[in-house]
């Protein structure tokens, strides 16, 4: 244990002490995390770049059903356009015609009237004369109230005065035709009727041409519209269609980067594995081959040589448990059945399994506890798998300063907050490079400095202790400057009280009811 | 009733004048527009009791008084006969000189009501009543 600089509670006042600087430390933290919020974001992205291809398919989905809509409504907007200015252009030359030939007709029946000379007739005729009469004059009041512009509204007055002008005049050759002066009627109609009605006749034709030209202006608008909506359509079509594109060929890029990577980490992984494979069997095999060979003579050589085979073959055992242990936990669905765990336990546990291995790398390992910790829900053997790991790569990037800090502390719960025990390892070697950081826990990764430095490795470990953390329903964090250090700290919850129940060993008992 | 053209300026006449009128004697009204005659079918009541009452002839007697009159000049024009009240009615309405008999429910306000020696058919000693209804 002398290895260890256990910061464990021995008096009262030391507690004290060391509980401001635990506080501190734990503020300090707090900071550090919100400065750094990477792993968040890296997280956010590593997850994004996962379902790349789900996330194209939707937002490409999404700008299709959006164009969609715009082009129907675009559409919709244009028939509706067409439609009403069909409907108004129809609905007007059918007025226009019909003053026309009411007009017509207001002549025609005043003049049948001199077909005949029987009263009863000609007083029909008048009363068909008078309702023509009648409906041009709505006509034309109405063409008056519809009248836009200046120019209209003069020629609908002026239509009103030549039809009242006629009217005057039909009055009178109708009388004449009732009294039975029929020379006088013609006369009269000659003379009076003929031009009076040529007026009306010619502001009816005035009426027809303005309603054409500006018929012929809505229709150049609508045609306008048309060819404006259209043009939009067929860039609207083609932007959707190299969207589209775009979008396949994104995926179909991303899924051949993403197996192109696998290969290669897969490649990495074969021949990583097979060297740390057959560095040890080398060893062993010369090892048993001097044996068998009776090169060794004396007990004190073959002490040695048993240790040797008893290493390697112990550091060959612990890599193909990785290797089986990461095949494992390769079913993220698989939860491990979780226990309240107090801290310290898991703390002790991981000093006893690291101890030898951090004593040979000539390591020393420095401890602070928060005291009064709540109980970290969690399965041990998980736990101290991770740890191992996180420990053994401090060890291998630890760099010359030789010094691991191991460090436990909480967050109480507050709030929407649920709070959270974590247990951080941090070195002062290093570090990890931030273009790095996102990949560190993929699987099979390992930099390129490591692999220029000769350091061995899988490229699983941080793979597994993250696997296991999330298993536990924890997380895993790192914060990692270049040449100065990382920390890795495995986020924990907070047993609740129901999980408390669940019955302990009795070290726990007595801490159980400290807290 | 008698009736003429609201653009008559003529609102009353003496019963004298009337039958002038009716006897196609007098031709124009005082603006000098030409008098238009109109009356109902013969056998109708308003024409029986216009011959009767005003012109004091029957029909045969008031045939030949016109034949005669156009005849030898004195009439220019003979009366216009029409086949209903409502004809009479709009026939007066359209012509501006035209005068004409009609009942009191058949009259509304698109012709004119003379008086006659200044009485209107509702004032008692009004000369035209439809004897008619007491014959019927």
Redesign the interface.
């Known amino acids: 244990m002398n290895y260890f600089r256990t910061i464990r509670a021995t008096s009262s006042a030391c507690r004290f002490n060391w509980r401001i600087d635990v506080k501190k430390q734990t503020k300090f933290e707090i900071k550090r995390r919100s400065r750094y919020p990477m792993p968040r974001v890296d997280r956010w992205l590593s997850a994004a770049s996962r379902h790349n291809a789900v996330l194209l398919l939707f937002v490409v989905c999404c700008g299709v059903t959006v164009i969609g809509a715009l082009v129907i409504r675009d559409m919709q907007q244009a028939n509706t356009e067409a439609q009403k200015m069909y409907k108004s252009s129809v609905n007007g030359l059918q007025e226009i015609g019909e003053l026309q030939y009411d007009a017509q007709e207001t002549r025609r029946t005043t003049l049948y009237a001199l077909t005949t000379t029987d009263?009863?007739l000609?007083?029909e005729y008048?009363?068909q004369t008078r309702d023509a009469d009648r409906r041009v004059r709505n006509g034309i009041g109405e063409y008056g109230r519809q009248a836009k512009g200046p120019e209209e509204l003069a020629l609908a007055e002026r239509l009103n005065r030549d039809w009242t002008a006629y009217l005057g005049v039909r009055?009178e050759v109708?009388?004449s035709i009732?009294?039975?002066?029929t020379s006088e009627a013609v006369n009269l109609d000659l003379k009076g009727g003929v031009p009076a009605f040529e007026r009306v006749r010619q502001d009816l034709n005035e009426v027809k041409r303005l309603y054409g030209e500006d018929a012929s202006r809505e229709q150049a608008s609508l045609a306008e519209s048309s060819r404006r909506s259209s043009s939009r359509m067929v860039g609207i079509l083609s932007f959707t269609f190299l969207l589209s594109t775009a979008a396949v060929w994104a995926i179909q890029r991303s899924q051949m980067l993403g197996r192109m990577q696998l290969a290669n980490l897969q490649m990495e992984f074969v021949a990583s594995v097979s060297h740390e494979l057959r560095t040890p069997l080398a060893v062993i095999r010369s090892a048993a081959d001097n044996i068998a060979d009776g090169l060794v003579k004396n007990m004190d050589a073959l002490l040695r040589y048993g240790a040797i085979l008893q290493h390697q073959s112990r550091s060959m055992g612990e890599l193909v448990d990785q290797i089986l242990l990461f095949a494992s936990t390769e079913d993220r669905k698989k939860r491990v059945p979780l226990q309240p765990l107090p801290v310290e336990q898991i703390i002790e546990t991981v000093l006893s399994d690291t101890e030898v291995l951090v004593r040979d790398s000539g390591f020393t390992l420095d401890i602070e506890v928060e005291p009064g910790l709540p109980h970290a829900l969690g399965d041990l053997a998980g736990i101290t798998q991770c740890l191992r790991n996180l420990v053994g790569n401090a060890l291998k990037y630890g760099g010359a300063d030789r010094r691991i800090l191991l460090k436990a502390g909480a967050f109480v719960p507050r709030d929407k907050f649920p709070g959270e025990v974590h247990i951080s390892i941090t070195d002062r070697g290093i570090g990890i490079d931030s273009s790095e950081i996102v990949h560190i826990f993929d699987p099979f990764y390992r930099s390129p400095r490591v692999h220029a430095s000769q350091i061995h490795g899988t490229g699983l470990g941080l793979a597994l202790a993250k696997r296991i953390a999330e298993s536990m329903g924890g997380s895993l964090t790192v914060f990692s400057q270049l040449s100065a250090g990382s920390t890795f700290t495995l986020h924990l919850q907070i047993a609740q009280g129901d999980d408390l129940q669940m019955p302990a060993s009795e070290g726990r008992q007595s801490r159980m009811s400290l807290t | 009733m008698i009736v003429v053209n609201r653009s008559n300026p003529i609102n009353e006449l003496s019963f004298d004048e009337l039958r002038r009128i009716f006897l196609g004697t007098r031709s124009h009204w005082p603006n000098g527009r030409r008098i238009t005659l109109v009356m109902r079918e013969p056998g109708e009541p308003e024409r029986r009791t216009v011959l009767r009452d005003l012109c004091g002839m029957n029909e045969d007697q008031f045939k030949n008084h016109f034949v005669h009159g156009l005849y030898t000049g004195e009439i220019l024009v003979s009366p216009k006969i029409l086949a209903s009240p409502v004809g009479v009615r709009k026939f007066v309405f359209n012509v501006p000189g035209a005068i004409g008999y009609l009942r009191v429910g058949d009259v509304d306000d698109s012709v004119k009501v003379v008086r006659i020696d200044e009485l209107l058919p509702d004032d008692k000693g009004y000369k035209l009543r439809m004897q008619v209804q007491l014959a019927n």
């Open positions: 009263s009863n000609q007083v008048a009363d009055d109708l009388a009732l009294e039975g002066s």
